[in-house]
């Protein structure tokens, strides 16, 4: 599935001069940015994510992969207590933590990714 990453600007900040969006803005009057609130989102609170905690990855060739079994370890591009990466629909968007939550494991976000930021 391909993904198009596109930047696309801030229209709540101030357009900077020359831009097309500072010359649609001129004839526009000066009024304060509304304010946003939770409420503003309600329309997709129902639409399904899929969120990813990963906690290192390791390339290998099909025939070392076809030898993997039960007891195998599997070593990760990843050391010890360094945070892994959270994605939600496959896109990267904080890194975090591993905790205990009773006998369940779950994750502490501990760094929310900007767009345009993630690796």
Do not use: C, W
């Amino acid at each position: 599935m391909a993904t198009d990453n596109v930047d696309l600007p801030d229209l709540s900040q101030e357009a900077a001069p020359g831009t097309a969006a500072a010359l649609l803005n001129n004839d526009a009057p000066t009024e304060a940015a509304p304010k946003h609130s939770a409420a503003d989102l309600e329309a997709v609170f129902d639409v399904p994510v899929t969120v990813s905690a990963v906690l290192g990855k390791s390339s290998m060739e099909v025939s070392q992969l076809l030898k993997l079994g039960k007891g195998t370890i599997v070593e990760l591009d990843r050391k010890v207590g360094e945070a892994i990466d959270i994605y939600v629909n496959d896109r990267l968007v904080a890194r975090g933590e591993v905790v205990l939550v009773e006998d369940r494991l779950g994750i502490t976000m501990t760094e929310i990714i900007k767009a345009g930021s993630g690796s």
